[in-house]
DNA sequence: CCTACCGATCGGTAGG
DNA sequence: CCTACCGATCGGTAGG
């Protein structure tokens, strides 16, 4: 979608050159992953095209054999890294029975996502949402709203047996709010930190009396 | 501080021309107003130098005749964003004497500071902390700290009182982040609005059953 | 995918 | 505070 005229477009749009199986765009991947980490680092204006180029060793024009656009690599970044965010988030929700179980699991997903390894790609939706065009912005913003109805059918789950009291729509908007807020303070979690603080966060957010240890 | 060598500078360090008061240096705020909006709406690389100078009738060689950088404006609006903010929000936790109600004064008070008149420069922080080089940051870490400190002593209280569970580090975090996100789904509030909403959000933090009418 | 290049714009400066 | 300007860098293109 945001392609341009990498090798597997041109082999899709019609019978090519003798290979009957599609290549991996490889180039075309590196270059997304250097484009989102550049963006996470120096942020969308702040990374040139050559800064990306440079980074999987291709000359600045030859970036623009890949992408029409800087704002398309952008967009590249910000859609492979929601796509696999809801992946994440739709399969580890499948394990979770209760809905105290579930608003974990969406919680634990949630920071997950943020702090992988791929975490630069929703950091970079955080940050630089306001530098894609208007126009551009559709299929984003439906991604965005299929995650935002997962929340909410889990929230009202959670609201039926009474964990919490308030209007679901804004606990969902404080909740999300609370956890893209750790871009800012969490550095490098390990897998145990993270679920240790989706606990906690679960706790805060409803409110409950602490476990024994856990200060 | 943030200051090249504005008019009251000038006068500052020693006698001037005959002028025995301080001129209000009324370009100088011009600019950092000026800044900040356009930082706001285009972020800072986003903004030129030009943009600013344009935005007050002056060229852009005179930008910096009162600005060394254009670092130092992005400085000052973070700075005097955040100064008025701090005297806000302690004037209002002046009035409350429950701990609940100095709770609802740092929301209302935290709600304001983003969204008033001058929100953009709480804005223009939070999305451009980074722009910031690393040897400039102290200043504008100690303001942060204090804020910090101001929230951390209102919420010992809270927890004091039995309201909240959870370590109130985290929940500062929490409930700041919360806050910070309504930047993202918020536009011009009337003072009312904010404060239902800040009532909600206060609900919602702890966790408290809701009053009859709100939903 | 590279070479060579374009016009535009950038932050900043010299001299007044 | 203005004029006139600098070197650097930008996103993007033509032609291969």
Redesign the interface.
Known sequence: MAKKNGTANRQGSGPSTGQTERQPPARYWELIRAAGKLFEEK?Y??ASVRDIADAVGMTSGSFFYHFATKEDVLFAVMEGGMLQGLEVVTKKLEGARSAREQLYALVLGHLEGLHSEYGYAHKVWL?EW??ISPEKRAPLEALSQSYRDTWLQVLAKVKNEGL????IA??R??????????VH?VRNPTPEQLQALAA??V????????PEV??
């Open positions: 942020g204006q702040g940050r306001r530098q919490i009291a308030a209007d804004l606990f908007r404080m909740t999300v709010g609370a956890l893209n807020w750790t303070w906690d966060f706790g805060a957010f409803l409110n409950e009396p602490n856990r200060r």
